[in-house]
């Protein structure tokens, strides 16, 4: 089968597309998925060229990709038909997930083997042409729930800003942090965005265009907000510390931010971190049946241009989801 592996960490350039690779042999307690796309984050190219927390001690040569929609083919010893039905996870079922956050093995190819606990069945009435959507909505989702409700904790009548609104985890933060009763949630993105962070429900605030500190600034007379979600971090981070109101929270999303410089303000600024589980991913199933997370791919691309995928996702302006098609 089709599988992408990396022998050694660096640019983009150091992906390749093996078609030769063994199909995996499903663990006990894991599912065989016959891969129809891959979702794409930030995360992959941050393992890939070594900067993440998850490259120290990986295995090379090692594979890629965290997140996948597909179809459940096999499964292992400790997983018989009733077991599987039982949790709706029958061979021929579509599912959808990620893996949990000890599983480094990659998702890019053609069948991967994967713990059930990290998949949950996609509804019978999805359309086939929505799956690029359910390939990338497990990370950038089970992200979202763990920033708005475990690390931010937003509360009814809260004051929000998110930098980075249209991104793939931006756009699930909107909706979640109105979900949770904040009563006015601003996004940072450039103006070619501002529409679509206005359609998630948010005020939008362009940076490229104008003085997002200035705008900010008239828009809450000054107070600033209770809740800062920060997804870019590099240029945003240090100045929203002046916009964080009195008593107020600064959540940045890359795992290895310094929060240091917040914390020196004695400001409460943290760090989510995705807690795994059918559960979560049954609650974000509800969210899209239900029409509240609109989460929007901008781009699929076969799974052998896996390298220019990565480049644009480096570019830091994907809108949405980039996905792979891990059949074509
Ligand atoms: N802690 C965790 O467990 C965890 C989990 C998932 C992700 N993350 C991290 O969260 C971050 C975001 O992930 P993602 O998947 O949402 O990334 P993404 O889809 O690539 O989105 C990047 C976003 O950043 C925006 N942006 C770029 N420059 C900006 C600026 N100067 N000011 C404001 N916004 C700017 C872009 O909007 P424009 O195009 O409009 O500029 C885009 O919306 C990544 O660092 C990722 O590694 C952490």
């Known amino acids: ?133 359910w390939a990338g909505l497990a990370l950038a989702g089970l992200t979202a729930i763990a920033t708005v409700h475990d690390t931010a904790e937003i509360r009814e009548g809260q004051t929000v800003l998110v930098h980075g609104g249209s991104g793939g985890v931006g756009q699930l933060l909107i909706p979640m942090s109105l979900e949770a009763g904040a009563a006015q949630v601003w996004a940072t993105g450039r103006a070619a965005n501002a529409e679509r962070i206005r359609e998630l429900g948010a005020v939008p605030i362009a940076y490229d265009t104008g003085d997002w500190q200035e705008e900010l600034r008239r828009a809450t007379g000054g107070r600033g907000v209770d809740v800062v979600l920060d997804t870019h971090y590099h240029s945003t981070f240090l100045a929203s510390l002046d916009h964080v109101a009195e008593g107020g929270r600064i959540v940045a999303l890359p795992s290895l931010a310094d929060l240091s410089p917040a914390r020196e303000r004695g400001l409460d600024a943290r760090v989510p971190g995705i807690v795994p589980g059918r559960g979560r991913l049954d609650r974000l199933v509800q969210g899209i049946r239900a029409g509240r997370y609109p989460l929007e791919v901008s781009q699929v691309l076969p799974l052998g241009e896996i390298a220019e995928a990565h480049r644009r996702l480096e570019d830091g302006h994907t809108r949405g989801k980039l996905v792979l098609d891990a059949q074509a």
């Open 1 to 133: 089968m089709r599988e992408i592996r990396f022998d050694r960490f660096g640019g983009p350039e150091v992906l390749t597309l093996h078609s030769d690779a063994p199909t995996p042999v499903p663990g006990g307690e894991e599912v065989l998925v016959r891969v129809a796309y891959v979702g794409l984050n930030p995360l992959d190219f941050k393992i890939r060229d070594g900067s993440s927390g998850m490259s120290r001690d990986l295995p090379l040569p090692a594979g890629t990709g965290r997140e996948l929609a597909g179809t459940v083919i096999g499964a292992g010893s400790e997983l018989d038909e009733a077991e599987l039905r039982s949790r709706g996870l029958a061979p021929g079922t579509r599912v959808f997930g990620m893996r949990g956050p000890g599983d480094r093995r990659g998702v890019a190819a053609e069948v991967v083997a994967i713990a059930a606990d990290d998949l949950a069945p996609i509804p019978d009435e999805v359309p086939p042409e929505d799956l690029p959507r």
